[in-house]
């Protein structure tokens, strides 16, 4: 079975600063990868998402992250956060060759960015 | 906007009651996943649906049951309820062979 782990559980950032968040899974095979962000009061949304090919991929809202296969990462990063990035944000895999969509998640990152 | 609409928004049960949570998503959609957020963690996975037949289930006791219906909807039923089952439940749709789902917005349902 895959587990994900998100290594920081909050994160306070000023406005302009930049970011960088953990995400570690485990399993042994083809994964998809998959970032959600959950902003106050609002259902989970696709921020980017890795099934294949280059390693690094853009998102939405300038974010970006890249997987690492050797290190069985895939760390989410944007150069400057905004205000309006505050969110919780959740690292998933699915594994490739998983008959259906199951999503495993991690525990989440609640960042805030002080404007 | 996903799509994809749940309800009701809030639920407040007693322990050992059954509660039936609703889904509803659009034309072609065809999986339907449930899933289980506690408080201060991700969400878990309960099962899926894919075209009416459960097609794949997590680490829950068979207390949790579903429904998936051809008009894209979809229901989610727990019986026996308790006290750790209180939590954001969500469902998530999507069309069969992607890998891209879409959340709802959730329900919150208490168990006291």
């Known amino acids: 079975a895959q587990s994900v782990s998100q290594h920081n559980h909050h994160v306070i950032l000023s406005e302009a600063a930049s970011l960088e968040l953990g995400c570690n899974y485990s399993y042994g095979g083809t994964v998809n990868l998959f970032w959600y962000v959950q902003y106050p009061g609002q259902h989970l949304q696709l921020l980017l998402k890795y099934f294949s090919g280059d390693p690094l991929v853009k998102g939405i809202k300038g974010f970006e992250a890249e997987f690492i296969k050797s290190k069985f990462s895939f760390n989410l990063r944007k150069p400057s956060v905004q205000w309006s990035d505050t969110a919780e944000y959740f690292c998933?895999?699915?594994?490739?060759?998983?008959?259906?969509?199951?999503?495993?998640f991690g525990g989440g990152t609640r960042l805030m960015v002080k404007p | 906007e996903t799509g994809v609409t749940q309800s009701p928004t809030h639920l407040i049960k007693t322990r050992g009651q059954q509660v039936t949570l609703r889904c509803s998503s659009q034309?072609?959609?065809?999986?339907v996943s449930w899933y289980q957020q506690a408080l201060g963690q991700g969400p878990q996975f309960i099962f899926q649906?894919?075209?009416?037949?459960?097609?794949g289930r997590g680490n829950f006791p068979p207390r949790f049951s579903g429904l998936q219906f051809p008009n894209y909807s979809s229901e989610l039923n727990v019986n026996a309820l308790e006290l750790d089952d209180s939590a954001l439940y969500l469902c998530?749709?999507?069309?069969?062979?992607?890998?891209?789902?879409?959340f709802g917005p959730g329900t919150r349902l208490t168990v006291t």
């Open positions: 034309s072609g959609h065809n999986t």
């Open positions: 649906y894919y075209r009416e037949e459960e097609n």
């Open positions: 998530a749709a999507g069309a069969g062979g992607s890998d891209e789902q879409y």
């Open positions: 998933a895999v699915n594994a490739g060759d998983n008959a259906g969509n199951m999503l495993t």
